[in-house]
Structures are given as structure tokens and as C-alpha cells.
């Protein structure tokens, strides 16, 4: 027992140090991609229905590093706003699939023409499902640009940048992350290294059962690359290491019950064929017409592994990020008693016409903003008080309806439980 838990901790470790520097890197360019791109830029250029406005939906959620529950809301928001669907359902598919810090880790851990691939297999399949999603679309927006009601203000300085990339996403990542790491250094350590040459055969098996693994799941674009990485160094078909990079981040269940509601049936279609059908025929390509040694011999981090002599660079690297998710998860825990306690003082001071329903799908600050500031629009509400960790949503209005709230919360991504 005591030299499994050795080795474990000696895979983990492993696997941290050779992430660390281009993690640190991503989140950096994270942070100027936050001030060079705001997202009023992004609304800008989804409000039209045709290839163009696709192509730009596509090509700007490729980098952009927005995990799946920031993605959704804000999808789901363009398309309300006036987006049509097939740009909807292009940021959909291409921005969970890759970001600047997943792409520098996938470098890191996976090589070269992995980290190319991807983006470029996200970029596609974006493209794909938008001109699906268009083709499908009854009613035009008539092609005009659109503006959300719900735009993000912030000062676009150095401080921000960091704040960004260094605070913000770090929160939002670090779980899957860590989770990502964990699951990987026990995969090494359980898994013999010939399991998928000596127990599955089929290259194409091993597909098909990475796509049953990770459609329903949900796995984050960076923290499924050391997952991937082990299952590469057991035997694993690069083909069937693309399907899980590309569909465990782009699907889960919760994401497709809420396009199925908000976008309808056949874009929730759409949305799963492109990407299950583009996992697969990337996969296939990559299998039968690359060869193997690209990936097995772009991988000089994964040989060396167990040897964890991997310098000063790479020790400080790790520290400085073990720093950054523990201040992460500090500052979290301080906004949260703050929070808090706003919320306490914002409920003693709503005194009648009180309304509380229950609401599913809030899983950060930004949902929580989204939801308050969606439902204080709404004629007649003069205050509102959502609160993640219940699920509940208190509402101070002289004159409203269910129905108004209902068509509200799920307009903007959310799913209503009723009253309570």
C-alpha cells in the first residue's frame, strides 16, 4: 500500500511540474485576451445570419477560456439578445473545446501536433454546427447587429489583466484542474502499460467508448489533458485521445438540457451530431493518416515522467501555481461571507410583495449576476436576491406574474423550478 501511495505521488508530482509553466503562461494570455477582446466585441460580431457571422463565432471561441459554465449563459445570452442560432451554436461547440492555457498545456504534456489539432478541430467543428444551426433557423434577425442588455464593464488595464487571468480564472478552472491531475496520476498508477494493446484491439472500439465516457460527463479542456496524456503513454489510439479532448468538454447533460430548451430540439441535434460525428471523423483521420510516431515521439515530457529532476523552473512554476489556486480559493471563501452578508442585509430590507422560486443551473458569481440582473428588468421588480448555494431566488415586485419570471430565467439559460 505504502509504494502505491509512493508512486502516486510521484505521478502527481510529475505531472504538475511539467504542466505548471505553460498553465502559468495560458492564464497570462488569458488575461490579454480579457482586455484586447472584451466580449461587447464578441456580441458584435454573432448578430447575423450567415457564414461570416459564424466564421467569427468560431474563430474568436477557439481561445477564448470560458469553462462550460460560463459559455452557456453567455451563448444562451447572445441568442436572446439577437443572435442568431447558428453563430449561437458555433461559441458553443468551439469554446469549451480549447482555450490559450488549454492549448499551451496540451504543448506541454501531449506535444506539438496535438496542440495544433485541436484548435483546428474545434475551429471546424464550430463551423459546422453554426451552418447546421443556421440552415435549421425558421426566423431571421434580418442580419442586425445585436448589443446585450447584460454586458460586462470593466477597466481594460494591467490590473485587470491580472485580476482575470490570475484570480477569476484560476477560480473557475482550478476544481477540474486539480480533478484532472488526480485522475490522471491514479489512471498511471491502476492501468498496466499495455491495457489498451493487450485488452482492447479496435482502435475504433476505443473511440466509440470514449465518446459513451464523455458526452454525459463533463471534463474540463484543461483538465482532461493529463487524463489524456496517461491513457496515450497505456496504448491509447491518438484518435480516441482526440474524441475524449474534444467531446468531454464541449457536452454534459446539463448543457444539453438547457439548448434543448432554449435553442430547441434540432439545434440540441445538431449540437450533439457535429460534435460527436466530428470527434469521430477527426479521429478516424488522425488514426489512418497520421503516423503514430507524431504523437508517441512528441511526448519527451511524458517519457520522462519518473524522472523528477525536472529543475528550478519547473519546482517554481508549480509552487507559484499551488500559490495562485489557494489565493484563488481564499478570495472565493472572503467574497462569499461577503456575499453573504449583502445578501442577509438586502433581505431585511425587502419587507412585502415577496415572491421565491426555485431555480436550477446558478453555478458561480457571474450566473448569479446574470439571474438578478435579467429578473430587475422585468417592469414592476424592485429588487431581486438570487442565492446559489439554495437555489432560490427572492423577488420584491408590486406586479408580476410566474409566467413572466419563468420565460425570463429560462431566456436566460436557467432552469425554473416553480414557487416556492
Known sequence: MVEIAGAYVGELVGLVNEMSPYLLL???SAGLLRVVFPRQMITRYMGQNNFRSVFNASLLGVPMPLC???VLPAGIGFYRSGASRGPTISFLISTPQTGVDSILATYSLLGLPLAIIRPVVALFTGLLGGVLGNATERNSNGGKDIESKSEE????SVKELFRYGFVELIQDISKWLLIGMLVAALLAVLIPGDFFTSTISSEYLAMLLMIAASVPLYICATGSIPIVAVLLMKGMAPGAALVL???GPA????TMAVIGNTLGKRSLWVYLGTIIGGALFFGILVNELLPREWFTGAMPSIAHLHDHQTGWFKWASSAILALLIMNGYLMKLLSN???RRRDREKANNIKKNILQYRVEGMTCDHCKATVEQGLKDLQGVSEVMADRASNLITVQAAEITDNQI???????GYRFKGRV
Open 26 to 28: 495560458g492564464f497570462l
Open 68 to 70: 462550460s459554465c460560463g
Open 153 to 156: 464593464h470593466y477597466e481594460r
Open 245 to 247: 479532448l474534444m467531446a
Open 251 to 254: 457536452t454534459n447533460i446539463a
Open 337 to 339: 461571507q461577503k456575499e
Open 406 to 412: 419563468k420565460d425570463t430565467i429560462e431566456n436566460l
